[in-house]
């Protein structure tokens, strides 16, 4: 069983199948790890930010994020979340992968469908008996079929990528969500809806946390915190300091002693 870190609250084997229900404080931060072999998370409540070697993800209630083998991650948990992950044998992975139902690359999904068949198999582990197994095994296998689908028709448009690509270039003075709309040649909504969608956070959401990030460089930076507020892009020295908690769970003064020495 791979290492979750996090408060176990049930973890049980069905067969080729290891389901694992872990709870994670609010502010919690997991150091850079790697796992060897690919498994599924699912967010049953709360969200948490994943950062990735060259990028990041937003991870929020009722999504399904696939992380292959070998990725490297580090994760920070902004509110108290519940997360179910999902470990498969490897020759039963290498099995279906033929199948096409690989979990090679990194992606995050979201529907009615997946958080449906999620449910049946967190109803199975409160059953335990002795056809769990044998039924779990059916859900896996519908589980990886709808990734499968999904993989093959989520793919971002251009004009999507354009905008996240805008936001965040100017995330610090950034465009209103009507001028990024036009920008693109869509409707708001449409905007709005298929930002969410693709990237599991909301335009303003990514923009609030580019600018946590970019705080936290300024601080480990040495900078004043009313010099990092106005670098980050914020209003001023409280409005860091309420967005910095609400993101991370600390304050900036709480980041900057505990990097203390760490500066880089």
């Keep these: ?52 070697r060259g990028g990041a993800r937003d991870c929020s209630a009722e999504q399904m994020i696939v992380h292959p083998a070998g990725e490297v991650h580090a994760d920070e948990f902004a509110a ?34 997946i958080s449906a068949i999620v449910a049946r198999a967190g109803r199975e582990v409160r059953t335990n008996d002795a056809l769990s197994p044998m039924i779990v095994e059916g859900i896996m296998l519908e589980l990886l079929g709808e990734l499968a689908r999904g993989r093959e028709t989520d793919r971002a448009p251009r004009w999507l990528l354009g905008v996240r690509d805008e936001v965040a270039a100017s995330f610090r003075r950034p465009p209103s969500l009507a001028s990024l709309a036009a920008g693109a040649a869509v409707h708001p909504v449409h905007l709005a809806r298929s930002f ?3 990237f599991g956070c909301t335009v303003g959401d990514m923009i609030r946390r580019l600018r946590v990030d970019a705080a936290k460089r300024a601080i480990r930076a040495g900078l004043p915190l009313c010099d990092v507020a106005a670098d980050a892009g914020f ?23 505990a990097h203390r020495g760490k500066r880089r």
């Design 196 to 198: 969410r969608r693709r």
């Design 235 to 257: 209003a001023d020295q409280s409005h860091l300091a309420r967005t910095f908690r609400a993101v991370t769970g600390m304050t900036p003064s709480d980041f900057r002693r």
């Design 1 to 52: 069983m791979q290492n979750f870190f996090g408060a176990p609250v049930v973890a049980r084997q069905f067969g080729r199948f290891q389901l694992s229900l872990t709870e994670y404080a609010g502010g919690t931060s997991l150091p850079w790890h790697v796992h060897d072999q690919a498994y599924l998370c699912f967010v049953v409540r709360g969200r948490y930010r994943e950062r990735l």
């Design 80 to 113: 108290r979340s519940r997360c179910l992950n999902i470990e498969m044998e490897a020759e039963w992975l290498r099995a279906i992968a033929a199948r096409g139902a690989m979990l090679d690359a990194p992606a995050v999904y979201a529907s009615a469908d």
